[in-house]
């Protein structure tokens, strides 16, 4: 009797090359601006501010220009591997927070956006933008300290799980200078 053997190479996939350049800048940390984007929609180029403009135009994004925030990069989900692999990644669940220091107007914007599952998010460093690939959940709170020197701000947390980490692209000119008027 004959026996077929086979390999499978779905694993053995090509992987591009690293990039090394000891000259490339560094991108400077820390959450600087953030928003959200419909789910169904989709940048042809996120680096372009005309396609910017025209998506905040048509309430497809939401930016909150000035914020201050960390990510966490992103927690590894394993599961049992097969074979020699003891375990086998399958993506990450990731969190981000931000203060939000427009606090008087916007109750209404946070009380809504936390009960929808219909948006993306997207977080600016100092000159990338990066976006999720998946719709989030939105974790608004409105924390009053004891201080009377500090300012009531809304604490944002954003978590959502997904395979791929979110990719940096160039910061659009223009888009994240000031406030848009969303009326």
Not at 63 to 71: A, E, Q, R
Not at 73 to 82: P, W
Request: hydrophobic letters at 35%.
């Amino acid at each position: 009797m004959a026996y077929a053997i086979y390999y499978p190479s779905g694993c053995d996939a090509a992987i591009g090359d690293h990039v090394c350049d000891t000259c490339e800048d560094a991108e400077g940390a820390r959450i600087r601006s953030a928003g959200f984007i419909k789910k169904n929609f989709n940048f042809i180029d996120p680096s372009n501010p005309v396609e910017w403009v025209a998506a905040i135009a048509a309430k497809n994004v939401v930016i909150i220009p000035s914020v201050n925030g960390t990510f966490d990069g992103g927690a590894e989900v394993l599961k049992d591997g097969y074979g020699d692999q003891s375990q086998k990644l399958t993506g990450y669940d990731f969190s981000a927070e931000f203060k939000d220091p427009n606090y008087k107007k916007n109750a209404n914007f946070w009380n809504q956006i936390k009960k929808s599952n219909n948006y993306k998010f997207f977080y600016r460093t100092e000159t990338q933008i990066h976006i999720t690939g998946v719709a989030v959940q939105v974790i608004p709170h409105n924390p009053v300290t004891a201080a009377t020197t500090d300012d009531v701000v809304w604490d944002i947390t954003v978590k959502w799980s997904d395979g791929d980490l979110p990719a940096p692209h160039n910061t659009p000119a223009g888009i994240f200078d000031s406030c848009f008027d969303y009326v």
